[in-house]
């Protein structure tokens, strides 16, 4: 597999004649479940373009609870379907993405008084394992599951259920699945904008051809043409949908991140909030420990970053003093934070919790707009919207049978031996997220690149690989996405930025100037957007 070269520094002169081609599918949007389309169009031989306004990943698809999960609470709801859908998903991508998307275990105290109770959690996770195909024990007395789970308060604690789940790198995971699609002939462009659509004739209602596209890194304009647009841009949906039938709800999650020895975790800890009984959970991510996630209603305009609020940290940190009493937390542990949009369908529900996360679809000649839907079940949503498209693409046979989410890619001998030397589980790793590129990349290490990054388990080799290599265009796409060190390390890794540079700069082929100012409004957005509130002042 090689890397794709308009992905390269200076590989956006190739823009216009890419632009030029006729494609059967245009997909806007570059978070995962875009990615996921234009991967799924690309294995059934559709030639197919993806642009992003900002870059890959920018929106909610960095900013999730890095949950790769079989929607147990979507249970109480009663949306069956969907946790079925979500489990086999989970499942699927735990085979086919291995160092990627991991196990994780999830503990949840059962106390005196607390709902839900004992027995109806107990028969959620009963259905829970029917629809995974699996069983297990998942009670334990209180002793027992105190050495699970040290360090939780123990005042009414009866004892405590266990159960498993998955975690990912959720701007990694759509970074791998562009690679996929982009090895099958796919392209993808960040920092594309769709300005406006295209149509076959001048009236309103005429059939969608294509886009008007802005490239925001040269500011020239484009005309695309193609037989289908997959409008997949989530809470920015409305934009390009323009159709009262459904309103979208933008929720926003907000997150916070401590240190891992100021917040260790066994295993995550799952909780009901004390004040209104929404689930809250803390687990061991990356080095760290992630705290969320609210779930409340984004007011703001949506062309800026969305950033947690006082009063929602106010409501995490409540959380952790109830679950945590004894480790005395503050706000000054906290090492970022981030918040995220959600798109949801508004069905006028009081409470967002209510909403459903079920994907929905609308469809208008040369038009297909998707959006909701979980990160965990991005696959079935891009089947799912093949499959509504296949009518609007004559002459195509939509096989949609199942498929592994990334084709395995057994290593070389040459390969195995470029990768043995690295520390411990950072072969799988690096595998599950540059598959078949992994072990290019441990080749196009400098001398000590292949350490980790400290408070990390990033090595120093994935930053030149992706400057070298993942189209970035600015410093927090490479602080904040292709790495995720701008909400590992205090104060966005500041610390680490003169090492960055070192190694980045001239692979970027950024002068000192505009190192400099890539540098000042990258920490400028760490100040106004990762970080607690008071910070911002």
């Excluded at 209602?205 to 304009?221: D, E, I, L, M």
């Excluded at 409540?318 to 918040?339: G, K, N, R, W």
Aim: aromatic share 6%.
């Amino acid at each position: 597999m090689s890397c794709a070269a308009h992905w390269s520094p200076g590989g956006r002169a190739q823009l216009p004649a890419l632009l030029a081609q006729e494609w059967d599918v245009l997909v806007v949007g570059g978070g995962i479940t875009g990615a996921g389309i234009l991967l799924e169009a690309a294995r059934r031989g559709l030639r197919a373009l993806l642009l992003e306004q900002r870059d890959f990943a920018w929106g909610t698809s960095s900013r999730s609870s890095k949950l790769v999960h079989g929607g147990l609470r979507y249970l109480k709801e009663g949306q069956f379907a969907l946790t079925r859908e979500s489990v086999h998903e989970r499942d699927a991508l735990l085979r086919d993405a291995p160092g990627l998307v991991e196990p994780q275990s999830f503990a949840f105290g059962d106390y005196l008084g607390r709902k839900p109770g004992r027995r109806a959690f107990l028969l959620g996770l009963a259905i829970y394992d029917r629809m995974a195909g699996q069983r297990a024990r998942h009670y334990f007395g209180a002793q027992e599951f105190l050495q699970m789970a040290p360090r939780i308060r123990t005042a009414g604690l009866q004892g405590g259920i266990c159960y498993q789940d998955a975690k990912t790198d959720d701007a990694r995971l759509v970074l791998r699945v562009l690679q996929e699609a982009q090895s099958l002939g796919a392209v993808a462009l960040n920092y594309c904008a769709v300005q406006s659509l295209l149509r076959a004739d001048a009236a309103a209602a005429g059939r969608v051809n294509g886009a008007q596209v802005r490239c925001a890194v040269s500011g020239a304009t484009h005309e695309v043409r193609a037989r289908l647009v997959v409008n997949a841009t989530g809470a920015w949906a409305d934009r390009l949908h323009q159709q009262p039938a459904a309103r979208l709800r933008p929720l926003r999650g907000s997150h916070l991140v401590l240190p891992a020895w100021r917040l260790p975790l066994a295993q995550a800890i799952s909780l009901m909030h004390p004040r209104d009984g929404r689930p809250v959970f803390a687990f061991p991510w990356e080095g760290v420990s992630i705290v969320g996630t609210t779930d409340v209603d984004h007011r703001a305009d949506l062309q800026q970053e969305a950033a947690i609020t006082q009063e929602e940290t106010d409501y995490l940190m409540e959380a952790l003093h109830d679950q945590f009493p004894t480790l005395a937390l503050e706000e000054s542990d906290v090492l970022a934070t981030y918040a995220g949009v959600r798109p949801v369908i508004d069905t006028g529900k009081a409470d967002p919790s209510k909403e459903a996360r079920d994907h929905v679809l609308w469809q208008q000649p040369g038009l297909l707009t998707v959006t909701g839907g979980k990160l965990t079940t991005f696959r079935a949503i891009a089947l799912d919207v093949l499959r509504h498209a296949a009518p609007q693409l004559p002459g195509w046979q939509a096989d949609l049978g199942p498929r592994p989410i990334f084709a395995p890619t057994p290593a070389t001998r040459a390969q195995a031996g470029l990768l043995q030397d690295l520390p411990s589980g950072q072969a799988q790793r690096l595998q599950g997220r540059y598959g078949a590129l992994s072990a290019q990349l441990a080749a196009a290490a400098q001398d000590g690149e292949l350490a980790f990054i400290p408070g990390t388990q990033t090595l120093w080799a994935q930053l030149r690989w992706a400057a070298r290599h993942e189209s970035v265009q600015q410093l927090e796409d490479l602080m904040l996405r292709r790495s995720r060190l701008g909400i590992q390390l205090a104060h966005g890794g500041a610390a680490v930025l003169p090492r960055i540079r070192a190694i980045c700069q001239p692979e970027l082929g950024w002068d000192d100037q505009r190192w400099a100012a890539e540098e000042a409004a990258y920490l400028a957005l760490c100040r106004a957007n990762y970080s607690l509130p008071k910070a911002r002042a």
